[in-house]
T-cell receptor, first 114, second 110 residues
Framework: EAQVTQNPRYLITVTGKKLTVTCSQN?????MSWYRQDPGLGLRQIYY???????DKGDVPEGYKVSRKEKRNFPLILESPSPNQTSLYFC?????????????FGQGTRLTVV | KNEVEQSPQNLTAQEGEFITINCSYS?????LHWLQQHPGGGIVSLFM???GKKKHGRLIATINIQEKHSSLHITASHPRDSAVYIC????????????FGTGTRLQVFP
């Protein structure tokens, strides 16, 4: 089954404790992205990647890091989480085809930083 | 002013009603996406449009590039259609930058 898998689904952590949210897709997609969703603000893009070793900042990259060492994986790293990073996070992927293609989303990771 | 505006923000309907959700944008785009988010959080892509009209079951999406406007229609609405519907625009082809509207919360009552 074609899917984007995020882990964990839920995470409560303390301020300053490094964490990684993993994202994996099994569709051989070139594009992968991370978003955060906050009440009243909607979805905002954190980082995106157009292929292996190619990443770029979205609209709200501060406090986050990403890497794309393999095509299928795009982990989101919070080196020193803060309470303002409490949010619902989504990973998404889509195929590059020289034209617009459908996006596939993971199930979301609800992160609470206390 | 947001670059992507949706209306209405909230919508309630009786089962069977015809529903329209609107999305207006102020930037040049290569495509527009309609997404559905059910309670519990998962997001599903419903449509991707760059012109014209698409239909999938009871759902119809249209886009008018000149007017920078898109609509999502649901015919014969059902309680299982209750969800948040999100419009997102892709700015430039071959990048992955998306700008999202804040969503329309739809509740359909039996």
């Amino acid at each position: 089954e074609a899917q984007v898998t995020q882990n964990p689904r839920y995470l409560i952590t303390v301020t300053g404790k490094k964490l990684t949210v993993t994202c994996s897709q099994n569709m051989n997609h070139e594009y992968m992205s991370w978003y955060r969703q906050d009440p009243g603000l909607g979805l905002r893009q954190i980082y995106y990647s157009m292929n292996v070793e190619v990443t770029d900042k979205g609209d709200v990259p501060e406090g986050y890091k990403v890497s794309r060492k393999e095509k299928r994986n795009f982990p989101l790293i919070l080196e020193s989480p803060s309470p303002n990073q409490t949010s619902l996070y989504f990973c998404a992927s889509r195929k590059w085809g020289g034209m617009n293609t459908e996006a596939f989303f993971g199930q979301g990771t609800r992160l609470t930083v206390v | 002013k947001n670059e992507v505006e949706q209306s209405p923000q909230n919508l309630t309907a009786q089962e069977g009603e015809f529903i329209t959700i609107n999305c207006s944008y102020s930037v040049g785009i290569s495509a527009l996406h309609w997404l559905q988010q059910h309670p519990g959080g998962g997001i599903v892509s419903l449509f991707m449009l760059s012109s014209g009209k698409k239909k999938h079951g009871r759902l119809i999406a249209t886009i008018n590039i000149q007017e920078k406007h898109s609509s999502l229609h649901i015919t014969a609405s059902h309680p299982r259609d209750s969800a948040v519907y999100i419009c997102a625009v892709r700015l430039i082809i071959n990048t992955d930058k998306l700008i999202f509207g804040t969503g329309t919360r739809l509740q359909v009552f039996p």
